[in-house]
């Protein structure tokens, strides 16, 4: 059965801290690893991975694949009240049009 | 340009009745996703339409089922409902199907009691 395992579940840092979100996964037919950002209700598409040792940036978050240790990593540095989400991965399955999400981290931050 | 609309926004239904839940696709997109997230199991495949065919499957029973209309909105039923089906229903829609063109509606809170 594919699946998807993200660590933590929940996260609580301060403002400013810079946080390491983790996601592995196993599944049949890997293609892509996804992030997304989930504040209220819909998640919204961060980064997308398929090439492994390959960073993803994006101004204070960034992304890489290790398609050795079926894995990804999301970092956030120098995080701000407005990080405060549930982030999911998701691995994209090979000829299908599907996702298998993980269960998401649910971030904190304090002021 | 509109984004993805699901209707109705909240829902309290019983045991043992059914519902039916409404997305309403990005105007030119013909693919619609549907999944389900609940705190435990996190978010869930359902099924997937495009052009008014299911292309995909997720591994939910029978009770679950969808359809698509020439207009590409989509319509999920629940029959028989259980406590367990209490969810954030979300639907997501992209031109081709590609999980990661999809955009994310607002999503359906039903709560089975």
């Known amino acids: 059965e594919d699946k998807v395992v993200q660590s933590p579940l929940s996260l609580v840092v301060h403002e400013g801290d810079t946080v390491t979100l983790n996601c592995s996964y196993e599944?049949?037919?890997?293609?892509?690893l996804l992030w997304y950002k989930q504040e209220k209700k819909a998640p919204t598409f961060l980064f997308m991975l398929?090439?492994?040792?390959i960073e993803k940036k994006s101004g204070r978050l960034s992304s890489i694949l290790d398609k050795k240790e079926l894995s990804s990593i999301l970092n956030i540095t120098a995080t701000q009240t407005g990080d405060s989400a549930i982030y999911l991965c998701a691995a994209l399955i090979q000829g299908a049009q599907k996702l298998v999400f993980g269960q998401g981290t649910r971030l904190t931050i304090n002021p | 340009k509109a984004g993805v609309t699901q209707t109705p926004r909240y829902l309290i239904k019983t045991r043992g009745q059914q519902v039916t839940l409404s997305c309403s696709p990005i105007s030119g997109h013909r693919s619609v996703s549907w999944y389900q997230q609940t705190p435990g199991q996190g978010l869930q495949f359902l099924f997937e339409?495009?052009?008014?065919?299911?292309?995909n499957k997720g591994n939910f029973p029978g009770r679950f089922s969808g359809r698509q209309f020439s207009n590409s909105r989509s319509e999920m039923n629940v029959s028989t409902l259980e406590l367990g089906d209490s969810a954030l229903y979300l639907c997501?829609?992209?031109?081709?199907?590609?999980?990661?063109?999809?955009?994310f509606g607002p999503g359906t809170r039903l709560t089975v009691t």
């Open positions: 339409y495009f052009s008014e065919t299911q292309r």
């Open positions: 997501a829609s992209s031109f081709t199907g590609t999980p990661y063109e999809q955009y």
């Open positions: 599944v049949t037919n890997f293609r892509s």
């Open positions: 398929t090439s492994s040792g």
